[in-house]
């Protein structure tokens, strides 16, 4: 009987050794109260743990009795390590607060890619536009993000109409329509709506903007072949956030925005609404606008619902309503006559709705599911000719992601539809076309070991119009040291033919045929680049890094736009290739409130067809991005500015001039409101100084290239409120 008391005792202690807890916390940002996706949560000298889902909820399981340390970890936040007793009694998950780290501030958490790393952990080379960075250039011009896009190394917006601004994205020199837009990894700004996409989006309510370089095609379908820009729209946290923004320019424009969030227990919400408004601006005195007048609203509203801890919902509506119109001064002013009656009208009604939907299966697997809707109306007249039509498209995905020790899956299918209804207006054909492309993705990330980790991935599109597309790539980071590291990543993409381009665009769509699809194959394209990055901490005050990227893409079947003798214009693919390749380095040194960023990019891009090369058009083959800011905690804030271009070759065969573009930026901050001013383009830098911009007469104008600003120098300054 003693014998069977004394075995009883010890199945019970071991049964109480060996019992099993599990640890639930939430992890938050200390000063944000933001919840921190991503974050390692671990038992101290075992295996045992488990990361932060998306509402930065964790739960550790399997931890044995007795005194635990729980490690809670945390790219650009201090470590922090507390000790429990287990078993605990919990019927409420733990918040956990992390302070952000003063040496690691300028890790940042992407999303382009569709894995839950930090930008220095990813394979896939990104670059982003956040935090103060993202505040300093929305300063700047706080109504678009056209210059925001183009201050950076290796991005050159291209001017498409001397009257109107239009503009669209050049990476790595290669043409516009090779750029894919996304909002929240949502394709809005393709086709037609693309045209004037960079000119109506507003900053403000944006946490980060995401930039890879490159074919992106297998990430997010056809349209990346040059790369992809992907926006990040600020989520609500409990803390609540009210912003607003009003700006005012020299040339008589101004910018008023407005942003609210907060997250309560089971809902949130975000609220963006902005009025930007332009008079017509003629810096150069030739009756011409080089800033249209223009009036546009734009409300952004969307709604987050939480339904558990494993289940979010949101729904988001995109809404933007334009008017703009350039030309002739005198006409735009009421004062028209025979003479001065050239105009460029845009109208312009854009809404979009977005779906999410995510679902934790357990610790380690969500599924995700997401629907877009847009509807583009656009109407673009000038004397004697009128184009419009609606754009219609829809984006459907669902996908699986699954996260294990070293590797991370993500696989998924998407269906997208365009279609394009020209307004039958005379008895011109219509460039109409009806798109639907099905697609299969799956990609891993494999951290192989703590020098090498793999990001491949495959994806397979069919298109009703051009058939199948199988978009292979991979890319690698080489971790030689804490200060040393590596990328080298290459793949294919390809691009459904429209006639949305910026050549077409250039000529308002007049007299520009339909696309033959009998005769048009789509175009596709092979690439990859290689980059090193160090940095190091020279002293407690300096910090140095240095980043070079050397890339190259070819274009085969390129689809280009041809005048015929009968004064119409027809999309061909002559035999031959376009390719792109180039050096890009970037120089970041700081010293005490001090940051110096240097940035030079070499483009060489050349069109091959039939046995020679020319150099492609529009394309400043030398740039440079130098930057100086001066940072006072929180208090004041100083840039400096120097861009410079070298000549480029225009589409009439001549050569357009070099220049340098400087600017000045000042920002005196409070607790609850800021006081900016920006002394855009000092040297007052104009094409209409050293060349002409048009041909012919004021009456029936024939606009040349736009290779510089035409605006000149305009000042603009205003106040940001955060309540």
């Not at 790219?75 to 607060?97: H, M, N, R, S, W």
Request: proline share 3%; aromatic share 12%; glycine share 8%.
């Amino acid at each position: 009987m003693k014998n069977i008391i004394l075995l009883f005792i010890a199945l019970s202690c071991s049964s109480q050794t060996w019992a099993q807890n599990t640890f639930k916390a939430i992890v938050k940002d200390n000063e944000t109260k933001e919840s921190l996706v991503g974050a390692t949560v671990i038992v101290q000298g075992t295996t045992i743990g488990s990361i932060t889902d998306a509402n930065g909820l964790v739960q550790v399981k399997n931890i044995p009795n007795g005194k635990q340390v729980i490690v809670i970890r945390f790219v650009g936040y201090e470590e922090k390590a507390d000790t429990f007793a287990f078993p605990i009694t919990q019927t409420e998950p733990l918040e956990v607060l992390l302070e952000a780290s003063k040496e690691k501030m300028d890790e940042v958490y992407v999303t382009a890619t569709r894995s839950s790393r930090t930008i220095d952990d990813v394979p896939t080379r990104i670059e982003a536009i956040s935090g103060e960075e993202l505040e300093e250039k929305g300063n700047m011009k706080p109504g678009d993000i056209r210059m925001m896009l183009n201050e950076s190394t290796g991005i050159q917006t291209q001017q498409t109409s001397a009257t109107s601004y239009n503009s669209s994205i050049r990476i790595q020199g290669l043409d516009g329509k090779y750029t894919q837009i996304l909002r929240d990894g949502y394709p809005l700004y393709s086709g037609f709506s693309g045209g004037l996409g960079l000119l109506q989006i507003v900053p403000l309510d944006f946490k980060q903007v995401e930039v890879i370089k490159g074919a992106s095609s297998t990430l997010y379908g056809g349209g990346a072949i040059a790369g992809l820009v992907n926006l990040v729209s600020k989520m609500p946290k409990e803390e609540r956030e009210l912003n607003f923004l009003i700006n005012g320019t020299s040339a008589l424009g101004m910018d008023l925005s407005g942003f609210y969030s907060q997250k309560f227990e089971k809902v949130g919400a975000t609220v963006f609404a902005s009025y930007n408004t332009g008079t017509p601006y003629d810096p150069a005195n030739i009756g011409l606008t080089a800033i249209p007048k223009f009036n546009r609203v734009t409300l952004n509203p969307k709604l987050f619902v939480y339904f558990g801890p494993k289940t979010t919902m949101d729904v988001g509506l995109n809404s933007t309503i334009e008017d703009r119109t350039g030309g002739d001064i005198r006409y735009i002013e009421g004062k028209g006559d025979s003479t001065h009656s050239y105009f460029e009208k845009n109208k312009t009604n854009r809404y979009s709705t977005q779906l999410g939907l995510t679902h934790l299966l357990n610790d380690s697997s969500d599924f995700k599911v997401k629907n877009s809707l847009s509807y583009y109306d656009r109407e673009i007249e000038i004397p004697d000719f009128r184009f419009s039509g609606v754009q219609l498209s829809t984006f459907t995905e669902a996908s699986y992601s699954i996260k294990l020790k070293k590797h991370e899956w993500i696989m998924g299918l998407n269906l997208w539809t365009e279609q394009f209804t020209q307004d039958r207006l005379d008895t011109a054909r219509v460039v109409d076309y009806n798109h639907t492309t099905f697609g299969a993705f799956v990609q891993n990330t494999w951290t192989v070991s703590d020098l090498l980790a793999l990001e491949t991935g495959v994806r397979g599109d069919y298109q009703n119009e051009y058939g199948f597309f199988f978009l292979p790539r991979v890319s690698a980071l080489f971790r030689f040291s804490s200060s040393l590291s590596a990328r080298l990543g290459g793949g294919l993409g390809y691009k459904t033919p429209t006639v949305f381009t910026e050549d077409a665009e250039r000529l308002q769509f007049r007299n520009v045929l339909p696309i033959d699809v009998s005769k048009t194959k789509a175009e596709q394209s092979v690439g990859g680049n290689i980059d090193v990055n160090y940095r190091a901490s020279i002293s407690d005050d300096i910090t140095f890094s240095i980043n070079a990227l050397l890339f190259y893409t070819q274009i085969s079947k390129p689809l280009i736009l041809t005048q015929l003798g009968n004064m119409l214009y027809e999309f061909q693919q002559p035999g031959g290739t376009i390719d792109t390749r180039g050096i890009e380095t970037n120089v970041k040194l700081t010293y005490s409130d001090f940051k110096l960023f240097v940035g030079y990019t070499l483009a060489d891009v050349n069109q091959r067809y039939n046995g020679t090369s020319v150099a492609f058009p529009l394309v400043a083959k030398h740039r440079l991005n130098n930057v100086l800011m001066y940072e006072l905690d929180e208090k004041l804030k100083i840039g400096l500015e120097a861009y410079y271009y070298s000549p480029q070759k225009l589409n009439d065969g001549s050569t357009g001039k070099e220049y340098w573009i400087c600017g000045l930026m000042v920002e005196k901050l409070w607790e609850h409101f800021s006081i900016f001013v920006n002394f855009e383009n000092l040297l007052d830098t104009r094409q209409t100084k050293f060349d002409n911009i048009y041909t012919g007469t004021i009456t029936n104008p024939v606009f040349r290239d736009i290779y510089a600003p035409v605006d000149g120098f305009v000042v603009n300054g205003g106040i940001k409120i955060r309540l």
